[in-house]
């Protein structure tokens, strides 16, 4: 009987942009509910845990997996074929492998049109300001519009980097928006820094106000242009994570929060900040901030 670390785990969904094979990975780095892969682009691929929320770039298995305690070690090679993923193991170990043929693939979906707000966004800000005033982050949403600040040395640092990137986007001025991105790009501490997770939301709530206001699609192209060049200053995760944001693409959550916002039908804005509160310790209340401080200033 095989033993649980050489069964063979199967795929439930593979993101809209992950790349067809076959094509060579390379582990870059192994967590608990996760396996970040670099692919022959590239850029990251990310094996995921069965409960962890899907991404465009993410293949998510249909089983609960502890990835750290099954021998996969950073700079292993490994392959990515047309229906399955296999990466090596050492000291004589079978290597790992995931059936991706049954996998249900994603579809690409456009970010969608956002104008205006409503009664659920101020309850939906409400709650996000609850929960970084419970979870002590840095960065806080009330002192971008006008309120306290709570958020120490760094969270004065993101607050003042994010509002002059509201003010150059205001003012359409490519250059200023660009130097205060620059500020934000690996700005905190973490695995996915939280400059880098606002900037995500920002994002991404730029293209869901330019979907509803083409008007504003010149501006925002010469601004994603201008952020893009940036990208290569942070982590290597961060950076898939806004490439993603670039591209119009948001791991799930995010896209939820976007969705509810938007008005799609059984939208919960409320449910989807909670969700995004239980992405790492700050990053989903730090991307939801950016989402809400870019709706505002977006439109």
């Known amino acids: 009987m ?3 670390a050489e069964r063979v785990r199967r795929a ?4 809209s942009d992950v790349p067809r094979g076959p094509f060579p990975v390379r582990v870059h780095s192994v967590f608990r509910a996760a396996v970040n892969l ?33 021998g996969l070690m950073a700079g292993a090679g490994g392959a990515f074929g047309a229906d399955a993923i296999a990466l090596e193991r050492p000291a004589g170990r079978t290597p ?8 249900r693939r994603l579809p690409a979906e456009a970010p969608p049109a956002l104008d205006g707000d409503g009664e659920s ?10 929960l970084q005033a419970r979870a002590a982050t840095d960065l806080r949403f009330a002192p ?51 400059g880098d997770d606002f900037l995500c939301g920002f994002v991404v709530a730029a293209h869901c106000r330019a979907a509803a206001r ?36 948001a791991f799930r959550p995010l896209a939820a929060l976007a969705e509810a916002c938007a008005g799609a039908p059984q ?16 990053s989903g209340l730090d991307a939801a901030t950016g989402f809400f401080y870019g709706a505002a200033v977006w439109g």
Do not use: N, Q, Y
């Not at 439930?12 to 993101?15: C, F």
């Not at 790992?96 to 996998?103: E, H, L, Q, S």
């Not at 966004?121 to 609850?130: C, N, S």
């Not at 192209?221 to 993603?244: H, K, N, P, Y």
């Open 2 to 4: 095989k033993s649980t």
């Open 12 to 15: 439930a969904t593979l993101g």
């Open 38 to 70: 670099r692919a022959a682009d590239g850029g990251l691929l990310t094996l995921l845990s069965a409960e962890v929320p899907d991404g465009p770039r993410a293949v998510r298995l249909d089983s609960a997996e502890d990835f750290a305690s099954l």
């Open 96 to 103: 790992f492998r995931v059936d991706c043929a049954g996998a």
């Open 121 to 130: 966004w101020r309850d939906g800000v409400a709650l996000l300001e609850a």
């Open 144 to 194: 971008l519009v006008g309120g306290a600040s709570d958020g120490g040395a760094m969270g004065e640092r993101l607050t003042r980097a994010a509002l002059d990137l509201g003010a150059g986007v205001r003012a359409g001025d490519v250059e200023a928006a660009r130097d205060a991105a620059t500020r934000l790009v690996g700005l905190g501490p973490g695995l996915t820094p939280a």
């Open 214 to 249: 083409p008007a504003r699609g010149p501006l925002l192209a010469r601004f994603l242009d201008a952020l893009g060049g940036l990208i290569d200053r942070t982590t290597d995760v961060s950076a898939a994570f806004l490439a993603d944001a670039i591209a119009g693409r």
């Open 267 to 282: 939208g919960d804005v409320k449910g989807a900040i909670l969700r995004l509160a239980a992405v790492g310790h700050s």
